[in-house]
Antibody, heavy 122, light 107 residues
Framework: ELQLVESGGGLVKPGGSLRLSCAAA????????MNWVRQAPGKGLEWVSS????????HYADSLKGRFTISRDNAENSLYLQMNSLGAEDTAVYYC???????????????WGQGTTVTVSS | AIQMTQSPSSLSASVGDRVTITCRAS??????LAWYQQKPGKAPELLIY???RLQSGVPFRFSGSGSGTDFTLTIGSLQPEDVATYYC?????????FGQGTTVEVK
């Protein structure tokens, strides 16, 4: 079964840090570009970050201002998001998603996790 | 960053109606656009990629069209299970950007 399972969410104080994890199973993680997408309560989807299969290419949303770092461990089939200097605006459900990619073209984010909730509050 | 403007923000239609949602990009994005469906409390699911290609397993009543700056998602015959919020996403250039979403309700 194609599966992504996020973990690491929780309650954190403003200015704090959190590391999210995403465990992949059932597909070739090593050859997959991966993404983080978030959704604030009652709001729309926001793309957060992307990392290529060999970590050669990494991109972030402009709104993050250098506070987040995406990484992966292909040996462990895992994706990570290190989040620092968290503020109330980072409160959201965070999803990891695979971007189906081939021959220089993306074919959509076709596998999604169930999400992990991050709440930033004092 | 490329801005994606989606309309309408919400709509209500009857079962069997044809429903159309539009998405406009602030600059040309070829056909690098995907549509996602998100049901309440669930993760998004891919419906359409490359503007018009139906994701495996998605019902044929869903279709997409467009290129450049103007795109459309059509539900050919609305079903009760289609109640959801629909989002477009441009994956032409980073940062990727979503539309604001369209909430579809059944009358």
């Amino acid at each position: 079964e194609l599966q992504l399972v996020e973990s690491g969410g929780g309650l954190v104080k403003p200015g704090g840090s959190l590391r999210l994890s995403c465990a992949a199973a059932g597909f070739n993680f090593n050859n997959s570009d991966m993404n983080w997408v978030r959704q604030a309560p009652g709001k729309g989807l926001e793309w957060v970050s992307s990392i290529s299969s060999r970590s050669s290419y990494i991109h972030y949303a402009d709104s993050l201002k250098g506070r987040f770092t995406i990484s992966r461990d292909n040996a462990e089939n895992s994706l990570y998001l290190q989040m620092n200097s968290l503020g109330a605006e980072d409160t959201a459900v965070y999803y990891c998603a695979r971007a189906n990619y081939g021959s220089g073209t993306y074919y959509g984010m076709d596998i999604w996790g169930q999400g992990t909730t991050v709440t930033v509050s004092s | 960053a490329i801005q994606m403007t989606q309309s309408p923000s919400s709509l209500s239609a009857s079962v069997g109606d044809r429903v159309t949602i539009t998405c406009r990009a602030s600059q040309g994005i070829r056909k690098d656009l995907a549509w996602y469906q998100q049901k309440p409390g669930k993760a998004p699911e891919l419906l359409i990629y490359l503007a018009s290609r139906l994701q495996s397993g998605v019902p044929f009543r869903f279709s997409g069209s467009g290129s450049g700056t103007d795109f459309t998602l059509t539900i050919g015959s609305l079903q009760p299970e289609d109640v959801a919020t629909y989002y477009c996403l441009q994956d032409y250039d980073y940062p990727w950007t979503f539309g604001q979403g369209t909430t579809v309700e059944v009358k």
